[in-house]
């Protein structure tokens, strides 16, 4: 076994069962690990100086193979289900043994890193893996530490990712031959048979969001977050196509991170050292953080190259929409260094109503917050076949359902207790239709949204008169700068008012479906923040 790079003291991985491999690759710098990946033919250089690499056969997560070992950490813990789904310990025992005899007398890599960007939670990490680009990704995502920290490294968790390995499910317990699998007794997670690097990122963020909040009283957060010139923190909790990171990305206001973050009695701090954005339509004219910041170091998936170039073309689709980029957070311009913010004044949920009954902005008592945090909802349309008009309702609780292994109650409790504590605004945020659903309203102006936010953030809502939503309940304000008054009450902007009562109870009826399953875990002020049916209609 030979060793090459910067080698901690703790280098022994004979514990893993790792003390037949060929060559262990240890922190290498990033040049290094592009050079390792365009020499053995896995990636070539785009024009912009990012290494582009294909994922292969999964192009993004599968949620569906995605386990969590039953120990007696996590037997009463986790809210067991079709999401955070169990398996045997000793089944975990044999498939790891199995991954680690493939991994004999063959290269690996190793980058030690940390997470979480605080001094009390800091967590140290040691990323295995079978391929230099994989271990690129972790170098991007996770905190970098110093030649020295890499020395006296001791790794609290571990990741082994082997994208070659294939399970046999009849064999080890998984549904097919990939595989992401966390273990908290063994504080391992392991990934087989997919080279999507996002499950090493997001098998490292369920780690946290069961550590932080059942172990350390630290609420985990699937969000974006920025701060202002005096301090102030605002938080942005949002799905996919909601707009969450446009509206954090403020020229005006330093950037803690854009997907995943912490809450403790002092402020919000970054889990990561990086950004994983989506590159599908990307210009420099509209997401400008995002497309300077693919350049050397930055790791490209699945995009294809314009004709005779090595330029990206961010606009084709023909391996993914889900095209994405990975880089370190020192690559955006105002980037808060380290990556903390006070206690938030201001916190968002965003999102997109294609049925045009959710107000563009609304404030939310800390029942509200905790019942509309649980749900997680936004639209998503329906097709865009001729005459589909209907939105597709998504519900994703606590804003990232595939990634938090307790009960959504526990999380939203959390909230609002620090909501209470911190005399927190919390305000919902419409960024779909108004003026009817999808297809015969419009999309609220983007300019609208930003100056809603920044109304919200310079305290100037606090000044104007509410009213009440009839369905939701919502306190919406009758006035707000640089937005017409009468958008302000999506009711005002049906030309059939009856029309929108009908829809606001369909809305209200999939709201309270989709949260009868949370209803056992919480307290009565969040059931009673529930949307009531009109009986007018």
Known sequence: MNHYGIVPKNNDLSNLGLQNVSNIFWNLTPAELVEETIIQGMGLLSNTGALAVDTGEFTGRSPKDRFIVEDDITREAVWWGDINIKFDADKFDKL????????SNRDIYVKDCAVCD???????????TELPWSSLFADNMFLRLSKEEMIENDPEWTVICAPDFMAIPELDGTRQSNFAILNFSRKMAIVGGTKYTGEIKK?????LNFVLPHQKNVL??????????DGDTAVFFGLSGTGKTTLSSDPDRGLIGDDEHGWADDGVFNFEGGCYAKCINLTEEQEPQIYSAIKFGALLENITFKEDSSEPDYYDKSKTENTRVSYPIEHIDNAVRPSRGGNPKNVFFLTADAS???PPISKLTPGQASYHFISGYTAKVAGTEEGVTEPQSAFSAC?????????????????ADRMKKNSVNVWLINTGWSGGAYGTGSRIKLKYTRAMIHAAMRGQLEKVDF???????????????????EILNPKNTWADANAYDVKANELATKFINNFKKFEAGVTDEIRQAS???????
């Open 96 to 103: 790891y043994n199995r991954m680690a005899a493939y991994l």
């Open 118 to 128: 605080h001094d009390v939670y800091r967590t140290r990490l040691r990323v295995i």
């Open 203 to 207: 098998g490292i963020f369920s780690i």
């Open 220 to 229: 985990s957060m699937h969000c974006s977050a920025n701060v202002g010139p």
């Open 356 to 358: 045009g009954i959710l």
């Open 399 to 415: 804003f990232g359902a595939p990634f938090m292994p307790l009960h959504p109650g526990v999380y939203a409790e959390m909230l």
């Open 467 to 485: 009213e009440r939503h009839d369905v939701f309940g919502l306190a919406m304000p009758k006035e707000c700068n640089g937005v017409p008054s």
């Open 531 to 537: 949307p009531k049916i009109s009986e007018k209609v």
